[in-house]
Nanobody, 128 residues
Framework: QVQLVDAGGGLVQAGGSLRLSCAASGSTVSSYSMGWFRQAPGKEREFVAAISWSSIISVYADSVKGRFTISRDNVKNTVYLQMNSLKPEDTAVYYC?????????????????????WGQGTQVTVSS
């Protein structure tokens, strides 16, 4: 069983930066692909970024490409999301998830129902 704890959210002005972390416990996630999703009030949870178990492959939603960077440290069992040039529309609760889906084939990593474990979420608020 894997437990994920999301942290690092907060209030930041537009143009600022935040670094989210997702710490895993209970079992290693080194063999899992890891993803970040976000959910704004009244909206569906949407894909933000994902990274393969080896860190060789990372993928991003078009809305965050060039501004956000996903990374992982398998020794620390932790995944990160560096968010730069934040915009008010980035305001949401951010969740990390763990999936056995490979990033090499298809777009399954894009869908929430393919994730086996979720963190509790961390609030990111970007003021204009």
């Amino acid at each position: 069983q894997v437990q994920l704890v999301d942290a690092g959210g907060g209030l930041v002005q537009a143009g600022g930066s935040l670094r989210l972390s997702c710490a895993a416990s209970g079992s290693t996630v080194s063999s899992y692909s890891m993803g970040w999703f976000r959910q704004a009030p009244g909206k569906e949870r949407e894909f933000v970024a994902a990274i393969s178990w080896s860190s060789i492959i990372s993928v991003y939603a078009d809305s965050v490409k060039g501004r956000f960077t996903i990374s992982r440290d398998n020794v620390k069992n932790t995944v990160y999301l560096q968010m730069n040039s934040l915009k008010p529309e980035d305001t949401a609760v951010y969740y990390c998830g763990a999936t056995r889906v490979s990033l090499n084939y298809g777009l399954s990593y894009y869908y929430t129902d393919r994730y086996d474990y979720w963190g509790q979420g961390t609030q990111v608020t970007v003021s204009s």
